[in-house]
Every structure is written in structure tokens, then in C-alpha cells.
Antibody
Framework: ELQLVESGGGLVQPGGSLRLACKAS????????MKWVRQAPGKGLEWVAN????????YHVDSVNGRFFVSRDNAENSLYLQMNILSAEDTALYYC???????WGQGTMVTVSS | QAVVTQEPSLTVSPGGTVTLTCGSS?????????PYWFQQKPGQAPRTLIY???KKYSWTPARFSGSLQGGKFVLTLSGAQPEDEADYYC?????????FGGGTRLTVL
């Protein structure tokens, strides 16, 4: 069964850091682009980042460029999002999804507050 | 990055037909944008309805269809059901980065 399980969210102070993880199973993780998508409370979906199968190409939305960094470990079937210099505007439910977006995790909540 | 625009809200009668549109500030939406439509209900993760403009997954109800019309990406719902009440998002590729539309809240009333 194909599954994506996010983890690593929590409450963090402004200026702090978090590392999100997404563990994949049930499909050839190493052959797919992967994406991070977030949704602030009561707001719409926002694409955050994506990364190609071998990790050599990655893209981030302008609002997180220089603060967030997407990576992957194909040996561990895992996708990561390193988030630095967090602000209240980064408060959201963070989802990972696969290349065709046909499978989504349940999301992990990040709350940035003092 | 480009801005993707959708109608903020639409209403359709049960059994009726409604068209949701998705436009891009970067020009006409084409199949090269690999367009997607997602449906999201309260408290749930998004669910993909349409990918690559018109392709459907096994779970996509037949009453939903995707197309390109007049430079926009279009989702047509024919024969709306009460369970179709949800938020709908389009999603476009820009040669690496992707952008979501702001979403359309569809009411079936």
C-alpha cells in the first residue's frame, strides 16, 4: 500500500528551525519527483518546494528561498524539509506528495509563535 | 513567480453544470503546464481529480472533466451532487516551480 507519513512538526519560536520528514512506502520513491505543499489555517494550498529523483534539482517558492531547503535520502525512502528563520507566516499544515500528486500524507503542523 | 487565478466562489444547483476556470499571469495555460485540479473537503488532505489537463484517476467521478478553453484551464462538473461541495484548486507547472490557484469554494445549493 502506498503511504506517505510526515513528521517533525511542532511549536517553534520565531527565528527558530525545524526539520520535517516524509517517509514513503509502497512505490519506487527513488524514481519520482517529490513535493512539499503547505496550508495555513483557513487559507489555500501553497506549493513550497520540489526535488527531482536524484536530488540534483530542487526548487523553492520565493517566500522561503534562502530559509528552507528540500532534500531526500533515496536509501531511506525519505523526503526532508529543513526550515530556518521561521516566522509566523510559516505557520501551516505541511504535506508531502509524490510526482503525480495522487498520494498525500496526513500532514504535519508547524506553529511559529512566541 | 506567476499568479494563478480562480473564481473565489461559485454556486451550482443539484444536478446542474458548473465550470471552474484557472488562468495564469504568464499567458495562456497550455498542456505544457501539466495542469491539475484538486478537491479538498474540510479537515481532509487534497485529492487529485484531474492531471495533465484531462486525465483522471480511478477515483475521479465521471461527472468531472478537465480541458483547455480560451487560454484557461477548465474544470467542468456535469450533474453536481451534494458531496461535490468543496474547495477546488488548480495547480500549474512553471518549468520547475509550481503554483496553486487561490481556490474556488463550490457550493451545491
Amino acid at each position: 500500500e502506498l503511504q506517505l507519513v510526515e513528521s517533525g512538526g511542532g511549536l517553534v519560536q520565531p527565528g527558530g528551525s525545524l526539520r520535517l520528514a516524509c517517509k514513503a512506502s509502497g512505490f519506487r520513491f527513488s524514481s519520482q519527483w517529490m513535493k512539499w505543499v503547505r496550508q495555513a489555517p483557513g487559507k489555500g494550498l501553497e506549493w513550497v518546494a520540489n526535488i527531482n529523483p536524484d536530488g540534483s534539482r530542487r526548487y523553492h517558492v520565493d517566500s522561503v528561498n534562502g530559509r528552507f531547503f528540500v532534500s531526500r535520502d533515496n536509501a531511506e525512502n525519505s523526503l526532508y524539509l529543513q526550515m530556518n528563520i521561521l516566522s509566523a507566516e510559516d505557520t501551516a499544515l505541511y504535506y508531502c506528495t509524490n510526482e503525480r500528486c495522487d498520494f498525500w500524507g496526513q500532514g504535519t503542523m508547524v506553529t511559529v509563535s512566541s | 513567480q506567476a499568479v494563478v487565478t480562480q473564481e473565489p466562489s461559485l454556486t451550482v444547483s443539484p444536478g446542474g453544470t458548473v465550470t471552474l476556470t484557472c488562468g495564469s499571469s504568464a499567458g495562456a495555460v497550455t498542456s505544457d503546464r501539466f495542469p491539475y485540479w484538486f478537491q479538498q473537503k474540510p479537515g481532509q488532505a487534497p485529492r487529485t481529480l484531474i492531471y495533465d489537463t484531462y486525465k483522471k484517476y480511478s477515483w475521479t467521478p465521471a461527472r468531472f472533466s478537465g480541458s483547455l478553453q480560451g487560454g484557461k484551464f477548465v474544470l467542468t462538473l456535469s450533474g453536481a451532487q451534494p458531496e461535490d461541495e468543496a474547495d477546488y484548486y488548480c495547480f500549474l507547472s512553471y518549468d520547475g516551480p509550481w503554483v496553486f490557484g487561490g481556490g474556488t469554494r463550490l457550493t451545491v445549493l
